[in-house]
């Protein structure tokens, strides 16, 4: 199974900002969605931002003007912009993506392994 490829994770001050990338490997006829889900201890897997094919974008609540999602076509690459983060913030960010490479005629859905942002008070 392919895994995404995540980077950009650490530990940040609140108020600071980090910026994750999610690499795609592989040769890929088409990315129907890209997403980003965190997971903080005891708590279960949230969407926080999705980008999808026409580059439309959905946030949840709780990170909307603080964070961006972006995707450069080129690289197959997908980025989260996130600043002024919070405590609360803290969790373990994992990308995921619908891709149909070109070798086949169906969407494959791909996580990474996750990368831990921490921010501290």
């Known amino acids: 199974q392919v895994q995404l490829v995540e980077s950009g994770g650490g530990v940040v001050q609140a108020g600071g900002s980090l910026r994750l990338s999610c690499a795609v490997p592989?040769?890929?006829?088409?990315?129907?969605?890209m997403s980003w889900y965190r997971q903080a201890p005891g708590m279960q897997r949230e969407l926080v931002a999705d980008?999808?094919?026409?580059?439309?974008?959905h946030y949840i609540g709780s990170v909307k003007g603080r964070f961006t999602i972006s995707r450069d076509k080129d690289k197959n690459t997908m980025y989260l912009q996130m600043n002024s983060l919070k405590p609360e913030d803290t969790a373990t960010y994992y990308c995921?993506?619908?891709?149909?490479?070109?070798?086949?005629?169906?969407?494959?859905?791909?996580w990474g392994r996750g990368t831990q942002v921490t921010v501290s008070s």
């Open positions: 980008i999808r094919h026409d580059d439309s974008t």
């Open positions: 592989g040769s890929i006829f088409s990315i129907n969605v």
């Open positions: 995921y993506a619908e891709v149909m490479y070109s070798s086949s005629y169906y969407y494959n859905n791909l």
